[in-house]
């Protein structure tokens, strides 16, 4: 008897198979043979960006065509802004504050496309507002979906209560931002649909992350908005200029809480869990009081050294992901000062960059130097690439270069405390050739590279210490450990991780 192959298997097996594949995947799984064909080629196309007026039509009329019409087998729609271009601000004859213009006329094609793609499991809309306004279809039409995970709507006005009032899905992820407002009586109006619209999700038991960009209200609020109460998020992330929501009161379960432009912290009664993650930008206001958090991600560059330690000081991290120099003074004598801000602190994610444009020698050993009070079981660090022979900057001397290669050992010889170290030479920019000076973050993490990841183990018989090369998944182990355990468990990781 021959053995099955996949051709063989029946019709609800195959359209099972089908159903988790997308892309080049289904593709290939298309061409492996006749008969699996017709289950797997309409997986292929299961996301669409459109972009402009002629993806528009092309994705309208590929969708509604076919038997079944193809939108059944759509997962993800993106609607950009510039779909709606009618003349870019290039060609604006107001040259000193050129703006686009748009124009709305083919949003009943987007209508059309809601209308049949009932199995949308992730929807982006930018200007929501006009859109829903042209075609109230659109609206109606993502109200009526069942399987929506994530939500994105951009641009919103008024108009879109009714669409969160009578949302079908149960989505765990959502996206708003309101229209852009010039005058202050129109951001208090803004200011006034974004406390609706709070109450609105309140309704959302399975919501577990929201993003708010609020940076389109121009002005401070008279108070904050407190009158409601969201338990059910564990992620909040916010972009805006002024504070407008009181935080810790709206979101009392909040886990990780990420601040885009300025930040502050979150004030927290003893009764409520510490902050898994905080990603600030640039902290604008301080107290005497610390509010800790488990990591402490700086998104881009400090501005100011003073702040970045007060932020430092108050969070009281167990871990820290953050840009930094190495080789100046000023940076030297944070680098020895930051064991006393942050006693607590465990792991280290750094991504270091170089500041001088001629270095004396040495200076790589006195930023190794500076590390010997550290308490870390965990460092992982992406070392600064020497200057090319077409850079600005001069040529560093070898026994700096020599040093930077043995970094890892170098710093493992003088943290006693230290059990895993992951170094790597470059930065990988996540979607995009590296990119050393990418100093803001979209997401965490400040040092995504190819890493070199080593255990810490001390000589037999002597103080040295030596390195023992360890697998990339065993270094993913390690961090994952270090971002979901406790300080305790932490501290003693020889006893709580087995790899």
């Excluded at 919103?156 to 079908?168: E, I, M, R």
Aim: proline share 7%; glycine share 4%; hydrophobic share 40%.
């Amino acid at each position: 008897m021959s053995p099955p192959t996949l051709a063989s298997l029946n019709g609800d097996v195959l359209a099972e198979l089908a159903s988790h594949l997308s892309g080049r995947d289904a593709l290939n799984l298309a061409l492996t043979a006749r008969r699996i064909y017709d289950f797997a080629i309409n997986r292929i196309a299961v996301t669409f960006i459109c972009r402009n007026r002629t993806d528009l039509v092309r994705i309208h009329r590929y969708l509604l065509s076919g038997d079944p019409r193809r939108a059944v087998y759509l997962r993800g729609l993106t609607i950009l802004a510039s779909t709606f271009i009618e003349r870019p601000w290039q060609e604006d004859p107001n040259w000193i504050f050129p703006k686009n213009t748009y124009e709305y006329s083919q949003a009943t094609l987007i209508g059309d496309i809601l209308e049949h793609s009932p199995n949308l499991s992730h929807v982006l809309l930018e200007h929501t507002a006009p859109l829903l306004q042209h075609d109230p279809r659109v609206g109606s039409a993502i109200a009526a979906m069942h399987k929506l995970v994530r939500l994105e709507l951009r641009d919103v006005d008024t108009n879109v209560l009714p669409l969160l009032a009578h949302l079908n899905s149960r989505p765990r992820i959502l996206h708003l931002s309101p229209v852009k407002v010039e005058s202050s009586a129109d951001g208090k109006r803004v200011f006034a649909l974004v406390h609706e619209i709070l109450v609105a999700i309140s309704a959302f038991k399975d919501l577990h992350a929201l993003d708010l960009d609020l940076k389109n209200i121009p002005s401070p609020p008279q108070s904050l908005i407190s009158s409601v109460t969201l338990p059910q998020i564990r992620h909040l992330s916010v972009h805006w200029w002024h504070v407008q929501i009181d935080v810790a009161q709206v979101f009392p379960n909040l886990e990780v809480y990420e601040q885009h432009v300025n930040s502050t912290l979150v004030k927290r009664s003893t009764q409520q869990p510490q902050l898994r993650r905080l990603s600030v930008a640039e902290m604008q206001t301080f107290e005497a009081v610390r509010y800790p958090v488990h990591l402490l991600h700086f998104r881009r560059y400090p501005r100011e050294l003073r702040s970045f330690r007060r932020t430092i000081y108050e969070a009281n991290p167990v871990g820290i992901a953050l840009h930094c120099f190495i080789d100046t003074p000023a940076w030297l004598k944070y680098w020895q000062q930051l064991p006393r801000m942050a006693p607590r602190l465990r792991f280290m994610d750094v991504h270091c960059h170089t500041w001088e444009r001629r270095h004396e020698q040495g200076w790589v050993n006195n930023f190794v130097q500076s590390l010997r009070r550290y308490s870390l079981v965990c460092l992982r660090i992406v070392a600064p690439p020497p200057p090319t022979p077409d850079s600005m900057d001069a040529p560093w001397h070898e026994d700096d270069i020599q040093t930077l290669a043995e970094l890892p050992d170098r710093i493992a010889q003088v943290i006693p405390t230290l059990r895993y170290i992951a170094w790597a030479a470059k930065r990988r920019a996540l979607g995009t050739q590296p990119d050393d000076y990418a100093w803001y973050e979209s997401e965490y993490d400040c040092a995504a590279a190819e890493y070199t990841w080593y255990r810490v183990e001390k000589v037999e018989g002597g103080s040295t210490k030596m390195l023992r090369p360890i697998s990339a998944g065993e270094g993913e182990r390690v961090r994952r450990f270090l971002l979901d355990s406790e300080l305790e468990a932490i501290t003693g990781i020889d006893a709580n991780l087995r790899l």
